[in-house]
């Protein structure tokens, strides 16, 4: 349940993914029996999922440690706002605004791989295919 959530309740409570609706900076469509979650223009797919037909109603959950940290408006990416950054040891906690989704989201991401992030910076966040499952809304 934790890697794979069928639903998008499964998916907020027991892993703490976002899920995101399909929107004009995500699209998602059937692709060689898996899904291709298409982010900013950047397709990826999704093996596995399962889901050959319709994908109304479904959605894309992403957990907080499946993001690292972009330059804005990178291909791939969610264009978002830092809100507030923790220093965790080797990796850092944000709290970010995705700008077209209106969400706050977490992000766990390593220090080594992060810039210093400051309140109010736009950063992009790409989710990586590992993290990402599609799930029923």
């Known amino acids: 349940l934790y890697l794979r959530p069928p639903t998008a309740f499964a998916a907020s409570f027991i892993s703490g993914s976002c899920v995101l609706e399909p929107s004009a900076e995500l699209q998602l469509t059937p692709a060689d029996g898996g899904v291709a979650a298409t982010i900013t223009g950047s397709p990826t797919v999704l093996a596995g999922t399962g889901n050959t037909g319709s994908l109304d109603g479904f959605g894309l959950a992403v957990r907080p440690s499946g993001f690292s940290v972009d330059a804005a408006g990178a291909p791939g990416a969610f264009t978002a706002e830092v809100i507030e950054s923790v220093f965790l040891g080797d990796q850092v906690r944000i709290i970010a605004r995705l700008q077209a989704f209106d969400l706050r989201v ?17 950063i992009g966040l790409r989710p990586r295919p590992d993290a990402m499952s599609v799930v029923s809304l």
């Open 106 to 122: 977490k992000a766990l991401v390593d220090l080594a791989a992060a810039p210093q992030l400051l309140p109010g910076q736009t």
